[in-house]
């Protein structure tokens, strides 16, 4: 049996047909890379109350392999107790709340976790980091964001003897990515192990947990998979006992 992958979704507002509701949605790419990389995926909606999050989160989470954080909008700044920037919008509350939730609980369980863009940002703050709430202010250009709804695309380099750079090879020549925040101050337990030219990290691991990473650009738009395959044959491992 094919070993399922838990992948965090938004709740935004959607218009399909005559219809014009409130939808859990996720962009296919995610679910795809799970689905070729031979996982089972299953979407995690947001919205549990404030009381029921981690109780449902370890509900949930006894049930899968592997758990997914997909990208979306900015964290909500004052979970790394700092005041919002002026370009820091469309934070979504109820997304961040469960989403810890389900960190800590994977964190907890020892799943596998990967997260993507924001699901690395938020894994970082989860153990305690903070962010860069407006890149460009940072290293002075939107390289990592060209246009609204538009990748972009720059080499990152992996640390050698990193997890993730014994997967990708320590030079990759151009990723996906689409971001103005990023990592600042690292979590506890969190290293860097990935940069941009301009010194923005890419790239995160949490040691002390069997399989904990984060990558900064969107491996879903790519061409490489080998991070979602990681992932999976661990999700894979933990599935056989």
């Known amino acids: 049996m094919r070993p399922v992958v838990a992948i ?13 509701l409130p939808a859990a949605l996720l962009p296919a790419a995610y679910a795809e890379a799970v689905r070729r990389s031979g996982g089972l995926p299953v979407l995690l909606p947001p919205g549990e109350a404030a009381g029921t999050a981690p109780d ?3 509900e949930v989470l006894s049930r899968v392999d592997g758990l997914l954080i997909a990208g979306g909008a900015d964290v909500d700044p004052a979970r790394y107790g700092a005041e919002p920037h002026p370009r820091t919008v469309a934070v979504r509350p109820d997304r961040d709340h469960w989403e810890t939730a389900l ?6 369980q020892d799943l596998p976790l990967l997260g993507v863009c924001r699901g690395m940002q938020l894994l970082n ?7 860069v709430q407006h890149l460009p202010d940072r290293v002075g250009h939107h390289g990592h964001a060209p246009a609204p709804g538009v990748f972009g695309e720059h080499p990152v380099e992996l640390a050698a003897g990193s997890r993730l750079g014994e997967l990708l ?30 010194g923005t990290v890419e ?20 061409d490489d998979r080998a991070v979602f395959a990681a992932l999976v044959e661990r999700a894979a491992r933990r ?3």
Do not use: N
Request: proline share 5%; hydrophobic share 40%; aromatic share 8%.
């Open 56 to 58: 449902a989160a370890g």
């Open 169 to 198: 090879g320590t030079k990759l020549d151009g990723v996906p990515t689409c971001h103005h925040q990023a990592v600042d101050r690292l979590g506890e337990g969190v290293i860097a192990v990935g940069w941009a030219p301009d």
């Open 8 to 20: 965090s979704t938004y709740l935004e507002q959607a218009r399909w047909e005559e219809w014009d």
């Open 239 to 241: 599935a056989r006992g």
């Open 103 to 108: 960190i800590r609980e994977a964190l907890r």
């Open 203 to 222: 790239a995160i691991e949490v040691p002390r947990y069997g399989f904990a990473l984060g990558v900064q650009w969107h491996p879903e738009m790519g």
């Open 125 to 131: 703050v989860v153990l305690g980091g903070t962010l």
